[in-house]
């Protein structure tokens, strides 16, 4: 199985920042990579597909790159609301054993 | 509207079973590929199953293959998951969850989730 490393696990940032959050896969995925955003008590949200396709009602602060094995989730300027856990998935392998990232939380520092 | 709603979660010994359901709405059901996501407390996320448009093709995580089973009903916009031989470790928030297509791999909506807790 395809396994995916995210770091960091966690990341302290304030409102304005520059977020970076990496992706790394065990083996090269191309572009079949996805991004979630999940608050507390609630279900994730898809915010990028196809590793840099911003899905229908995602602000454009948000913004995913790489192909291959590498991956990266930008928050250009970190806003209130998005302070929250992201996950990373991919989505090449066949038949489908679609696996996430431990995931990243990004605090309020 | 899309929306997805689940149910059947509820407290079971091990080696019980347990029917989950998810109920569609605001989207044409059968165009598309359905998910189940799972979630332990306070854990990250686990795909379990993939079911195609018409229920012709069905794939499993290896840690749920041969005791879980993914169906649907179109005709009643319904999505299933039977779940046999439950385990501690199969305890979590059970999330539905629709393909951006016909199987692309990607979730583009879910439901709220129902919890299933395996325990004697």
């Known amino acids: 199985d395809i396994q995916m490393t995210q770091s960091p696990s966690s990341v302290s940032a304030s409102v304005g920042d520059r977020v970076t959050i990496t992706c790394r896969a065990s083996q090269g995925i191309s572009s079949w990579l996805a991004w979630y955003q999940q608050k507390p008590g609630k279900a994730p949200k898809l915010l990028i597909y196809a590793a840099s396709s911003l899905q229908s009602g995602v602000p454009s602060r948000f913004s995913g790159s790489g192909s291959g094995t590498d991956f990266t989730l930008t928050i250009s300027s970190l806003q209130p609301e998005d302070f929250a856990t992201y996950y990373c998935q991919q989505a090449n392998s066949f038949p489908p054993k679609l696996t996430f990232g431990g995931g990243t939380k990004v605090e309020i520092k | 509207e899309v929306q997805l709603v689940e149910s059947g979660g509820v407290v079971v010994q091990p080696g019980g079973s347990l029917r989950l359901s998810c109920a569609a709405s605001?989207?044409?059901?059968?165009?598309?590929?359905m998910h189940w996501v799972r979630q332990a407390p306070g854990k990250g996320l686990e795909w379990v199953s993939l079911?195609?448009?018409?229920?012709?093709?069905?794939y499993y995580a290896d840690s749920v293959k041969g005791r879980f089973t993914i169906s649907r009903d179109n005709s009643k916009n319904s999505l299933y998951l039977q779940m046999n031989s439950l385990r501690a470790e199969d305890t979590a928030l059970y999330y539905c969850?629709?393909?951006?297509?016909?199987?692309?791999?990607?979730?583009?909506?879910w439901g709220q989730g129902t919890l299933v807790t395996v325990s004697s």
């Open positions: 605001g989207f044409t059901f059968d165009d598309y590929a």
């Open positions: 969850a629709k393909d951006i297509g016909i199987a692309g791999g990607y979730f583009d909506y």
């Open positions: 079911i195609s448009w018409d229920g012709g093709s069905t």
